[in-house]
Antibody, heavy 123, light 107 residues
C-alpha cells in the first residue's frame, strides 16, 4: 500500500521560495499508471490543484500558478518536489502531495494522499 | 477551467438518515467525477470515482450517480463516522478542479 509524506519548512518569508518534498513508499513510483500531484488548501477553503509530474518527468501545471511553480521527481530517492517562487500571504495553506491513478475510464483520481503540511508565509 | 458547484453547502442530519449531495459541472465532463470525504485535520479520502464506482474498502452505504454535468452523491444510512465534509472533483480536463464542499454535521 503506497504511503506519501510531505516534508519541508513550515514558515516561509514573503517573496521567497517555498520548497516541499514528498517521499513515496510502498512501490509504484516508476509505474506508468500514475501521476504525482501537489494540491493545496487554505484554511477553511477548498482544494486547489497545483500541478503534477509523470514518471517520465513530464509536468503539467495549473495555469493560475504556472509562472511560479516547478515540480520535479527523483526516482533514485523515490521523491517528488514542489517549488513555488515569490510567495505571498495568499500562498499560506496546507500542502498535500497525492497520487493520481488512471481509472478504468481513463480519467484520473487522487487515490492516495499525504497527511498534509501547513506552510505559512509571513515575515 | 471547469467550475464545480455543490449543494447544499452544509446540512444537518441524524444517524440513520439518508443524505444526498449534488454537484454540477460547468461543462460536460462525461463520467470523470470523483467524491472525497475530508475530516478536520485529515487529508481527503477517495470514496467514489468515475461518478459511480466505489473505491476499494469504502462501505457500500456510499454511492454516486450522474453524467455529463449533473451528479449526485448519497449516503444510504448516515453513520457516526460519516460526519465530515464532502467534495466533488473533476479530472476530465486540466486543471482538475474541486467543488467547494458540503459539510455534514449533527442535527
Amino acid at each position: 500500500q503506497v504511503q506519501l509524506q510531505e516534508s519541508g519548512p513550515g514558515l516561509v518569508k514573503p517573496s521567497q521560495t517555498l520548497s516541499l518534498t514528498c517521499t513515496v513508499s510502498g512501490g509504484s513510483f516508476r509505474s506508468n499508471n500514475f501521476y504525482w500531484s501537489w494540491i493545496r488548501q487554505p484554511a477553511g477553503k477548498g482544494l486547489e490543484w497545483i500541478g503534477r509530474v509523470y514518471a517520465s518527468g513530464t509536468t503539467s501545471y495549473n495555469p493560475s500558478l504556472r509562472s511560479r511553480v516547478t515540480i520535479s521527481l527523483d526516482t533514485s530517492t523515490i521523491q517528488f518536489s514542489l517549488k513555488l517562487t515569490s510567495v505571498t500571504a495568499a500562498d499560506t495553506a496546507v500542502y498535500y502531495c497525492a497520487r493520481d491513478r488512471v481509472s478504468e475510464l481513463g480519467s484520473l483520481v487522487f487515490d492516495s494522499w499525504g497527511q498534509g503540511t501547513l506552510v505559512t508565509v509571513s515575515s | 477551467d471547469i467550475q464545480m458547484t455543490q449543494s447544499p453547502s452544509s446540512l444537518s442530519a441524524s444517524v440513520g438518515d439518508r443524505v444526498t449531495i449534488t454537484c454540477q459541472a460547468s461543462h460536460d465532463i462525461s463520467n470523470s467525477l470523483n467524491w472525497y470525504q475530508q475530516k478536520p485535520g485529515e487529508a481527503p479520502k477517495l470514496l467514489i470515482y468515475d461518478a459511480s464506482n466505489l473505491e476499494t474498502g469504502v462501505p457500500s452505504r456510499f454511492s454516486g450517480s450522474g453524467s455529463e454535468t449533473s451528479f449526485t452523491f448519497t449516503i444510504g444510512s448516515l453513520q457516526p463516522e460519516d460526519f465530515a465534509t464532502y467534495f466533488c472533483h473533476q479530472y476530465d480536463n486540466l486543471p482538475p478542479t474541486f467543488g467547494p464542499g458540503t459539510k455534514v454535521d449533527v442535527k
